[in-house]
Structure formats: structure tokens, C-alpha cells
């Protein structure tokens, strides 16, 4: 099935992936968190691995959501954070659940994207905010980026900025690019649909 692989890839590399990634940038996180419209208490790290990008956020009460076991037992083990493992496309969480979402390097690999961002819109509730973190394939790195996850099997998708931003909106959400770049940043507050 596609993104299986993907994730495959990850359960393999789990033990060197803190080694080699450099930090995540808590400042463009936080640039895109601050456009909820509500306080942000509970946060849903959606792909979130090992913890890499949560471990960079202060505040709220940070959950791991991933498919692969290997990189959450990092997450929970080296990071000490709350890690469940699930589906972006299915997220084991109630409606209304969190406050705010992050994907960060992740929404690439994702076998279904739009089923992604239904499910956090179901798990935000109004006023939370979705934040996107991800690889522009029409700047040149991207373009070399998205060559080399080509040729090592990958089946990564990657959007445009301008793209994605659209593709919130369509799910319901009021979607503004917040950095652009090699890697760009995406955030959607979620529209209060009653
Ligand atoms: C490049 S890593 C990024 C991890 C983390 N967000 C970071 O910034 O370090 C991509 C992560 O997406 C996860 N992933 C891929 N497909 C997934 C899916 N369908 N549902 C949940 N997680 C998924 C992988 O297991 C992997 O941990």
C-alpha cells in the first residue's frame, strides 16, 4: 500500500534519526501556533517521530502521535513525552480534542492527505490552529529533495505552499503561508463550523 514504505523506512532508521537531524526551529512553530484564536493547552504532534519538533515547543501538554513504533518508543524514552501510535488518516483522539496540531516534516509521506487534514479539523476544536511544516518542490532544494526520496523508494507527495494553504481551506480551515523556502511553513485556524 502507499506511505507504508515510508513508514518502514522510519521504523529502520529510528535508531540513527536524532543522530543525523538537526534540531527542529521552535520559532517558526511558534510563529504558526500563534495564529489560533484560542489558548493552546493540548498539542498533537501528528508524524511527530521521536519527539524532534515537539522537544523544541514549551508550553502545552505535548502528544506523539505516529505509525511507527521505533521512533515513538524514542519520543517516550529519550524525550520523556506522551506517544500513541495511530494513523494520521485515523486519529485514535475525539472530536474536538486538542487546541493545536503540528505536522512537521512529515505530510509528505502521508498516503492520504486529505483524509489528514479532515482528521485534525475533527480533532481541533474551533479557534485551534493547524501548523504545517514542509519542503517547497519548486525551490531548488525541494526539487533535489524530492528526487533523492524518489530514488531511495519513497512515495512522498510533496505540495507547494500556495497548494497546500488551498487544500486547508477546502477542509475547512482559514489557511495563511507564514515563511517561505526551501522549508516553508503553513498554518490553518480552524473556522468554527456551526
Ligand atoms: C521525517 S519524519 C518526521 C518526524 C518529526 N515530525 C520530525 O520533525 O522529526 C516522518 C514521520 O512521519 C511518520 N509517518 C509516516 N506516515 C505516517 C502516517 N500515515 N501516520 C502517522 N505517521 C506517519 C513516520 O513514521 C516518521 O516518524
Redesign the pocket.
Known sequence: MH?VG??RF??RVAPL?DRV?PA?DGSVLAAGLDRAERPIDRLL?????????AAALTGPEITV????IP?LARARRNRGLSGVA????RLPFRDNAVDAA?????FH???DQGA?LLEAARVLAPGGVLVI?EFDPTHPLGRGLAAAERAIGMDSQFLAPDALSTDLDAAGFDAAVVDRGFGYTVAGVLEDGS
Do not use: I, K
Not at 45 to 53: I, P, T
Not at 102 to 106: G, W, Y
Open positions: 506511505g515510508d513508514v522510519f521504523d534519526y537531524m527542529a504532534d501528528v508524524g511527530g517521530g521521536s519527539g524532534r519538533a502521535v505516529d505509525a511507527s521512533m495511530g494513523d494520521a488518516g503540528l505536522v512537521v516534516d512529515a509521506h502521508l498516503p489528514a511544516r
